[in-house]
């Protein structure tokens, strides 16, 4: 089991970590080392994961994509069998904790829950039977409270703000206002938002917040931003991310001033998130949980998508 665990935290481990440079590698050599000093553990076995996906939308659904093409591709290369079934909480907590029940109940050997809410709702389902709980896309392990639990890793995919900020104001050095747009129930949202306003309010520049929780919400909010300011900046959150997905294209999402942003950005987003997923190959198979845990960044260690 402990090998099987291995393989599935080198299965979620690149979704978020498609360029950690020097990091990712040296964790590949590890794993790669540890798989070949454990392959007979894993040797014409069986096991049942449940995937549970937070809600939909499209970047979090090639996750999804990217995570069961390589439990395929790993089931293939050690030999043996992994069956997975899809669940979907509709972004409902209610929902997800009937699915945490199912999964348990039900014996899986392994949940992957992908985005925040899922993974909490799962790591509480799993306590009483220490089911591995192997989370993806989580912007914040700490601030969700999922670091320190001994059967549960995963990995983060914490925004680089300040990043992102100096390269806004490097293409409009004369930005004034910057709109900040989330959701105020997105936990992953918090810490990024807390980092755009501590930066701006060093440069000395003004800021407009706008929330919502549903589509339409986010919708008027991205709307209501036109003309009160000269860039948006929006953390990894998934209610901005489905209401973009929602509307189709019918509304444009403001980048910076004179451009704006329709699904064709989007999309080539989604694919960059699908290609992480298929990097999971590069750190292949090795170590009980708890030694992945060491190295993954959920512990309060945030990795950084390079910025392009």
């Known amino acids: 089991m402990k090998k099987f665990v291995a393989v599935l935290s080198a299965a979620a481990m690149m979704t978020t970590l498609a360029a950690c440079g020097s990091t990712a590698s040296s964790a590949a050599a590890e794993a790669t080392a540890s798989a070949a000093e454990s392959t007979a553990d894993t040797a014409a076995k069986s096991y049942k994961v449940a995937i549970v996906q937070q809600l939909d939308h499209a970047s979090l659904d090639e996750i999804r994509v990217a995570i069961e093409a390589e439990l395929d591709a790993k089931a293939a290369e050690e030999g043996i069998v992994i069956e997975y079934k899809d669940f979907n909480g509709q972004n409902d907590a209610t929902t997800l904790n009937q699915i945490g029940t199912q999964v348990v109940s039900d014996g899986y050997d392994a949940v992957i829950p992908i985005a925040t809410l899922a ?31 001994d059967y549960v890793t995963g990995t983060s995919d914490a925004l680089n703000t300040q990043s992102i900020m100096d390269m806004m104001f490097a293409v409009q050095p004369d930005i004034q206002t910057v709109g900040l747009l989330y959701s105020n129930s997105e936990a992953n949202s918090a810490t990024p938002i807390a980092e755009a306003k501590a930066y701006l309010e060093a440069k000395g520049i003004a800021y407009v917040e706008k929330t919502g929780n549903t589509n339409d919400e986010i919708m008027t909010a991205a709307s209501s931003l036109v003309g009160q300011v000269d860039a948006v900046f929006t953390p990894t959150d998934n209610v901005v991310m489905a209401a973009a997905a929602d509307d189709q294209g019918r509304h444009p999402v403001l980048y910076r001033r004179g451009q704006l942003c329709h699904g064709r950005r989007l999309r080539h987003l989604r694919r960059q998130l699908y290609r992480a997923g298929h990097l999971y190959r590069r750190y292949g198979a090795g170590g009980p949980a708890d030694r992945y845990r060491a190295r993954l960044p959920c512990d309060g260690r945030r990795h950084h998508h390079r910025q392009h």
């Open 119 to 149: 993974a909490q709702c799962m790591t509480t389902a799993c306590e009483s039977t220490k089911t591995p709980v192997i989370y993806a896309a989580i912007s914040d392990p700490a601030a969700a409270d999922l670091t320190d639990i």
